[in-house]
């Protein structure tokens, strides 16, 4: 919506069109989407970077939407003795990912029997089903409450806009992706405005880089100029309480919904 993609989704309707721009949007699986995609029966698609991984898609990756982050590990109970991927030769191993964990276990030359499942596999060693899983993990929440261990990460992933080879309409998709790239970088930067003494220029400077370059302008006292500046949004804080030890003064955030750049 921010993106200024806006469109009406009718109660349990899979389609819906977007105002002003030649677009259809189709909700589908998150694990089709890849598939779906590399196929041509949809031009773009947005889902996880691990699905497309798992079903191998041949498509471009045009932008990491910077949410939805998670790694694929690999797990056995808190008090499995294994340490290495190599134990896991002739082991059973649940997963939703068994194209990953296959190529996994090949690099590391083991051979083990895969059970896959669509969800709930952390449950699955106390199920009796496997003696180690691999799955998403975010928080690592759902390991801690399945007394689980994390032994190995096999990637990490986020949501990801891929688009197909052979796309009916190119301009829109950049359309589409320098829309989408307005609001993401957006969500990550706070505009940052200061006072500084000219002479502790260089370093303000040193302290807000910026994107690009910081905006300079000039004030009525001309010992001192006025800064404007792209500021990482997490490292906003500790760059005004630096700013403020350098001297500078009247120091502003404005947070920012969308941007070109
Ligand atoms: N805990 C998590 N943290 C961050 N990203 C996650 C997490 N769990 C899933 N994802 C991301 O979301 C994708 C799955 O999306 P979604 O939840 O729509 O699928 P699903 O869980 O299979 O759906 P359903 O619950 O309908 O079966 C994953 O492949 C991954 O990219
Ligand atoms: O590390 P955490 O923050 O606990 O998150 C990780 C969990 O989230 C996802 O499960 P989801 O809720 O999608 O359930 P499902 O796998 O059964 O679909 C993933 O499959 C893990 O189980
Ligand atoms: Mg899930």
Same mark, same amino acid.
């Given at each position: 919506?921010? =993106?200024?993609?806006?469109?009406?989704?009718?109660?349990?309707?899979?389609?819906?069109?977007?105002?002003?721009? #030649?677009?259809?949007?189709?909700?589908? $699986?998150?694990?089709?989407? #890849?598939?779906?995609?590399? &196929?041509?029966?949809? @031009?773009?698609?947005?889902?996880?970077?691990?699905?497309? &991984?798992?079903?191998?898609?041949?498509?471009?990756?045009?932008?990491?939407?910077?949410?939805?982050?998670?790694?694929? /590990?690999?797990?056995? #109970?808190?008090?499995?003795?294994?340490?290495?991927?190599? +134990?896991?030769?002739? !082991?059973?191993?649940?997963?939703?990912?068994? +194209?990953?964990?296959? $190529?996994?276990?090949?690099?590391?030359? =083991?051979?083990?029997?895969?059970?896959?499942?669509?969800?709930?596999?952390?449950?699955?060693?106390?199920?009796?089903?496997?003696?180690?899983?691999? %799955?998403?993990?975010?928080?690592?929440?759902?390991?801690?409450?399945?007394?689980?261990?994390?032994?190995?990460?096999? *990637?990490?992933?986020?949501?990801?806009?891929?688009?197909? %080879?052979?796309?009916? @309409?190119?301009?829109? /998709?950049?359309?589409?992706?320098? $829309?989408?790239? *307005?609001?993401?970088? =957006?969500? %990550?930067?706070?505009?940052?405005?200061?006072?500084?003494?000219?002479?502790?220029? #260089?370093?303000? &400077?040193?302290?807000?880089? *910026?994107? %690009?370059?910081?905006?300079?302008?000039?004030?009525?006292? +001309? /010992?001192?100029?006025?800064?404007?500046?792209?500021?990482?949004? !997490?490292?906003?804080? +500790?760059?005004?309480?630096?700013?403020?030890?350098?001297?500078?003064?009247?120091?502003?955030?404005?947070?920012?919904?969308?941007?070109?750049?």
């Amino acid at each position: 919506m921010s =993106a200024g993609l806006q469109f009406r989704r009718q109660s349990r309707g899979l389609f819906a069109r977007v105002s002003g721009l #030649p677009i259809d949007l189709i909700f589908l $699986r998150t694990d089709d989407i #890849p598939t779906l995609c590399a &196929e041509g029966a949809i @031009d773009m698609g947005i889902t996880g970077s691990d699905l497309v &991984e798992e079903a191998g898609a041949d498509i471009q990756l045009r932008m990491k939407l910077g949410v939805g982050r998670c790694r694929l /590990a690999i797990c056995v #109970p808190d008090d499995s003795p294994i340490q290495s991927a190599s +134990e896991l030769d002739g !082991k059973r191993i649940a997963t939703s990912f068994p +194209e990953v964990t296959r $190529r996994y276990l090949s690099t590391h030359g =083991a051979n083990a029997h895969l059970v896959s499942l669509t969800g709930s596999v952390e449950v699955m060693i106390q199920l009796g089903v496997a003696d180690a899983i691999v %799955d998403l993990v975010e928080t690592g929440s759902t390991l801690a409450a399945n007394r689980l261990r994390i032994f190995d990460e096999i *990637g990490s992933y986020e949501t990801v806009l891929i688009q197909n %080879d052979h796309c009916r @309409d190119q301009v829109t /998709a950049d359309r589409v992706v320098r $829309r989408l790239e *307005g609001v993401v970088i =957006a969500r %990550d930067y706070s505009l940052l405005e200061y006072n500084v003494l000219r002479t502790k220029l #260089p370093e303000a &400077e040193a302290i807000t880089p *910026g994107f %690009d370059s910081p905006t300079i302008n000039a004030l009525e006292d +001309e /010992a001192w100029c006025s800064v404007r500046v792209m500021v990482k949004r !997490k490292s906003v804080i +500790e760059a005004m309480e630096k700013l403020e030890r350098l001297g500078a003064s009247a120091i502003f955030e404005t947070t920012l919904s969308n941007c070109r750049l």
